[in-house]
Nanobody, 124 residues
């Protein structure tokens, strides 16, 4: 069982960058992890998933603008976001699950542990 705490959100102008962090309370070597986001009034959507082998699965809308990385020594997941657009405005959530560690699905029902979220606001 792990607890996840996101940080790094904030307000930025379109075209800017942010780096989100997700600190886990325990060892996440055997957990697949992911970033999700939810805009006001919209459904939660997957941004990127990463499995225990480091295989990444990005959503199409990322278009090469975001990069996920995982520091196992620090039990921390990162999301580097660049070329931000107004449509990227959302609450961003970190998720993790120890089942099916080779998977990198963006289906939120496959993740058991969730953080509280960090808000990203992009102004145009």
């Amino acid at each position: 069982q792990v607890q996840l705490v996101e940080s790094g959100g904030g307000s930025v102008q379109a075209g800017g960058s942010l780096r989100l962090s997700c600190a886990a309370s325990g060892n996440t070597d055997n957990y697949r992890m992911a970033w999700f986001r939810q805009a006001l009034g919209k459904e939660r959507q997957g941004v990127v998933g990463i499995n225990t082998a480091g295989t990444r699965h990005y959503a199409d809308f990322v278009k090469g603008r975001f990069t996920v990385s995982k520091d196992n020594a620090r039990n921390t997941l990162y999301l580097q976001m660049s070329s931000l657009e107004a449509d990227d405005t959302a609450m961003y959530y970190c998720a993790a699950d120890e089942r099916h560690p080779s998977g990198s699905t963006l289906d939120s029902s496959w993740y058991h542990y969730w953080g509280q979220g960090t808000q990203v606001t992009v102004s145009s």
